[in-house]
């Protein structure tokens, strides 16, 4: 930016410069700044400018230096069950359905209310913002002490109405589910750090009536629907067997498949499904450390980028990862995506930057607001040390950040503006009190699944 286009902006108060050695705004597309400033007003990025050209036009601005660092959007996670943090390591090494039904339902019915889902809140958010996440996606029962808790440490999150056919602490039924996450919605709708989706679970746990449901709320409302989709081969072998139709194309009779869908997973996902998701805007977000994991399959990353899918990355929850480092995931969506298409070439490190910020924004609906550092947008910000050894020597910044950083190199984060991470320390939670908290759910977990075990072992004798 030159000068002249920076003076207007004299008569805006700046709070604060942030000089960093690279900054990576992501849009313009594959740039890459070298001693640049973003000058920030309050919650909001007003200038993206030389260092030298910002220190004349706020001299008296105060100024955050990181000299061996690289400045980039927040990161945003676009699905992740943020609660389910206290259940990491709880149950591992099975497939997915077993899993589901034998260890993290039966768990979920023990113990799953406010406290657990603020605890578990805390947990996770803790580590997102260590490891350089902004915003978070997320699907879960009381969304009220998940949204409690991120307003209290200031992280920005999109918030599911979880709808399933299933009773809970939460809910009792599809009604209970819809109408309580609308209240809440309503109560919040002027919280800027909040935004909300119309969030079913899965194609298996949600019948038809409530699909079409969903889908006139979504219109109505202009929400987005956030929806488990083609995760399993067993997701689609019950569909044809319950409806006779394929996951996708019950959602297209209820009039699901359009551009407010986020579709999660899509491990099963074929090519005329390809075609089906880019010719109405839909989104798809890439989990691929949970589907190797749970070994539900491989998302064809590669395929959806080329056919022009906007697909974002997300960790899912931390019981089936077992982490929220979503720069651990864009290295295993670049990596798979070469192996399995067998062309080096395919999704480049400026590819997957862009899949865990602006297509991530994107698919939230808030593409206008974060995702890129651009004058105008909210100010959620990742500086990440590259000094480390690690990171040296630095021949491409992008290339280093994707293929070699890890989440110990995120030193500072902010969310609009405010900075939560400074110098590598949390400033808005105590993360002694926060994994005190989790301590003490692990005890409680642990007498059930022995309980379980007993009982088991009981039934089979």
């Not at 992501?26 to 640049?36: G, L, N, T």
């Not at 390591?89 to 019915?109: N, Q």
């Not at 029962?141 to 939460?170: H, K, N, Q, Y």
Request: proline residues 5%; glycine residues 6%; negative net charge.
């Amino acid at each position: 930016m030159k000068v002249k286009d920076a003076m207007p902006e004299r008569r805006r108060e700046i709070t604060s410069l942030i000089h960093a050695r690279y900054m990576v705004p992501v849009r313009p597309q594959r740039v890459i700044h070298e001693d640049y400033s973003v000058a920030l007003s309050d919650d909001e990025i007003v200038a993206v400018l030389p260092h030298a050209e910002a220190i004349q036009n706020w001299p008296d601005a105060s100024v955050t230096e990181l000299p061996d660092h690289v400045l980039i959007p927040g990161l945003i996670n676009a699905h992740t069950h943020s609660p389910m943090s206290l259940l990491r390591g709880y149950a591992d090494d099975m497939e997915l359905h077993v899993w589901l039904r034998d260890h993290i339902w039966p768990a979920e019915r023990e113990f799953v209310g406010p406290e657990f889902v603020a605890d578990g809140t805390r947990l996770a958010v803790a580590e997102m913002i260590r490891s350089g996440t902004t915003c978070f996606n997320d699907m879960y029962f009381f969304p009220d002490a998940t949204i409690e808790a991120c307003l209290e440490i200031g992280m920005r999150a999109s918030i599911g109405i979880t709808v399933i056919e299933i009773e809970s602490a939460w809910a009792t039924d599809v009604d209970s589910y819809i109408d309580k996450g609308l209240r809440l919605q309503e109560q919040l709708k002027s919280e800027p750090l909040i935004s909300f989706t119309l969030s079913p679970h899965a194609p298996y746990t949600v019948s038809d009536e409530t699909l079409c449901r969903i889908s006139r709320l979504s219109e109505d409302l202009n929400f987005p629907v956030h929806m488990h989709l083609l995760e399993t081969e067993w997701e689609i072998k019950q569909s044809q067997q319950q409806h006779e139709l394929h996951p996708l194309s019950r959602l297209e009779q209820a009039g699901l498949l359009d551009s407010r869908l986020q579709a999660v997973h899509m491990a099963q996902i074929s090519a005329d499904d390809i075609e089906k998701m880019a010719a109405v805007g839909a989104h798809v977000i890439h989990c691929p450390q949970s589907n190797l994991k749970l070994a539900s399959g491989i998302c064809p990353l590669a395929s959806l980028l080329e056919a022009g899918v906007n697909v974002a990355l997300g960790t899912d929850g931390a019981a089936s990862n077992n982490d929220l480092n979503l720069l651990a995931e864009a290295q295993s969506a670049a990596l798979l995506a070469k192996g399995i298409s067998g062309n080096a070439e395919a999704v480049n490190a400026f590819q997957v930057l862009d899949m865990m910020t602006i297509n991530g924004a994107r698919a939230l609906g808030r593409g206008a607001q974060i995702g890129s550092i651009e004058a105008g947008k909210k100010a959620d910000l990742c500086a990440v040390d590259l000094s480390a050894p690690e990171t040296q020597p630095l021949h491409h910044v992008v290339s280093q950040l994707v293929y070699a950083a890890s989440r110990r190199q995120v030193s500072d984060v902010w969310v609009a503006g405010r900075p939560l991470l400074r110098s590598g320390e949390l400033t808005t939670l105590d993360l002694k009190d926060v994994i005190g908290r989790a301590q003490r759910w692990q005890s409680r977990l642990a007498g059930l699944e022995e309980a379980l075990a007993r009982d088991l072992k009981e039934s089979v004798l």
